[in-house]
């Protein structure tokens, strides 16, 4: 049975650690350029009138009026969490601070979650059924391969780490850190 602790001390020191990782890890995040920020006070947001802008076109034969589709959708408002549990007898036993390397990881995912969202929407955005001109597959790839880009930098980063530990710890301590983090 997992055991909670909740000393201030224990999480001040997570806190301090969490945000200063979400501060490190949002620099990196791509979903500012993809996405308008939109602030709200609801549960859910009505998007009325979005449309396409018609394309520009040689002049010739006099202007050609066109309006803009009269489309909407709800955009719900959704809450996320990742908790860790840790055991406290895990915590006394840690000699290698694999609590410590595993829990860093949390602000990374926490910052990076919006960009797996707009991955996500934009590499399915043609089977979801807004099928249209307006999603470019070949934009959608380039978004993609951006994000994944990101994350890849994000696993370097915690390779290097692997790297320190593996200097510290002897190769069994290391095989079976590793072999524990498989569990």
């Known amino acids: 049975m997992a055991t909670v602790i909740s ?48 394309q520009m076109r040689e002049w010739g034969n006099g202007r050609e009026v066109k309006g803009l589709r009269t489309e909407a959708y709800n955009v719900a408002n959704m809450k996320y969490e990742a908790t860790l549990e840790v055991d406290r007898d895990e915590i006394a036993d840690d000699q290698t601070g694999q609590i410590r ?38 934009q959608a790839r380039a978004i993609r391969r951006e994000i994944v880009g990101l994350h890849a930098r994000t696993m370097m980063l915690h390779l290097e780490a692997e790297e320190k530990i593996r200097k510290i710890l002897t190769k069994e301590q290391f095989d079976k850190m590793r072999a524990l983090m498989k569990e």
């Open 7 to 54: 000393t201030g001390l224990l999480l001040k020191g997570l806190r301090a650690e969490f945000m200063a990782g979400f501060e490190q890890a949002q620099k990196d995040t791509v979903y500012q350029k993809w996405a308008t920020r939109v602030v709200s006070n609801s549960d859910s947001e009505r998007y009325r009138g979005l449309g396409t802008v018609p």
């Open 101 to 138: 390397l595993r829990a860093s990881q949390l602000p990374i995912r926490a910052a990076t979650h919006k960009d797996y969202l707009i991955s996500l929407l934009l590499e399915n955005g043609g089977t979801s059924g807004f099928n249209s001109y307006d999603f470019d597959r070949e």
